[in-house]
């Protein structure tokens, strides 16, 4: 599904990226006040971060075996908490985009399944005015028959 092509996909998009960003906000701010928040959720996701990317820094640049410093603290938790930001703001605006997909799912399936009940009827429909036309013919042939067959009054 192409966000550009439906203006109200976007909107609401863009209505819960800036829905999301205060939670991530007040993530960050729990990550600097809570040690254990800081420690276990927001550090090591951001240790891991700058290791990837200055291990791929380093290789681009030629530099194959150099060690890595971690980064201090503060950094860390800052990185840490603006990673954790952005995937929630990532996660619900993915988790919009599937309920959207799902809901319009959902209504092409009802309208297919109308769209086939109407044709089921139409069927029937075609099916029982057939067999009224054919019950029909029998009775006009059984009473043409007749008329052919009654004896005509003679004159004298």
Not at 123 to 140: D, G, I, W, Y
Request: net charge positive; proline share 4%.
């Amino acid at each position: 599904m192409v966000v550009g092509a439906f203006p109200i996909a976007k909107l609401l998009y863009l209505g819960v990226k800036q829905l999301s960003k205060p939670v991530a906000s007040r993530i960050k701010a729990g990550a600097r006040s809570s040690e254990f928040f800081k420690n276990y959720i927001c550090l090591p996701p951001a240790q891991l971060y700058h290791w990837i990317e200055m291990r791929t820094k380093m290789r681009i640049m030629g530099f194959r075996g150099a060690n890595i410093k971690p980064l201090n603290e503060d950094a860390a938790a800052e990185l840490g908490a603006e990673l954790l930001g952005e995937t929630i703001i990532f996660l619900v605006g993915g988790g919009c985009m599937v309920l959207e997909y799902t809901r319009q799912a959902a209504n092409s399936r009802r309208k297919e399944d109308e769209l086939n009940q109407t044709l089921t009827s139409l069927q029937t429909q075609v099916a029982e005015l057939t067999f009224t036309t054919e019950t029909l013919s029998a009775q006009l042939r059984e009473v043409n028959r007749q008329l052919v067959s009654f004896p005509t009054p003679t004159k004298k």
